[in-house]
Nanobody
Framework: QVQLVESGGGSVQAGGSLRLSCAAS????????IGWFRQAPGLTREGVAI????????YYADSVKGRFTISRDNAKNTLYLQMNSLKPEDTAVYYC??????????????????WGQGTQVTVSS
């Protein structure tokens, strides 16, 4: 059984930092993409950062490039998202997600078949 459990959300002022964690279990090691999505009220869920654990390739949304860093600790089966220089527009519920399906688009949420429960990130100006 696949489980993804996020932690580390909270409230921070603009310019601050947060680190999200996602404890993953039950996932295969090969042929998966795993990463972070976010959804603000009234908006579509969007891909933030994705990593391919087997080779470490990473993919980022343009809006977070240079500010967010995705990483993973394979020994601990844990995924991280380091978020620096946070902006009010980063406010959203952040979800950890994994895909075992072939992907036509790495950052499209509808290709991902496993999801965590989400953690709230609020950035105040």
């Amino acid at each position: 059984q696949v489980q993804l459990v996020e932690s580390g959300g909270g409230s921070v002022q603009a310019g601050g930092s947060l680190r999200l964690s996602c404890a993953a279990s039950g996932l295969p090691y090969n042929n998966i993409y795993i990463g972070w999505f976010r959804q603000a009220p009234g908006l579509t869920r969007e891909g933030v950062a994705i990593i391919l654990p087997t080779n470490g390739n990473t993919y980022y949304a343009d809006s977070v490039k240079g500010r967010f860093t995705i990483s993973r600790d394979n020994a601990k089966n844990t995924l991280y998202l380091q978020m620096n220089s946070l902006k009010p527009e980063d406010t959203a519920v952040y979800y950890c997600a994994a895909s075992t399906r072939p992907l036509a688009s790495v950052l499209r949420y509808n290709y991902y078949n496993y999801w965590g429960q989400g953690t709230q990130v609020t950035v105040s100006s």
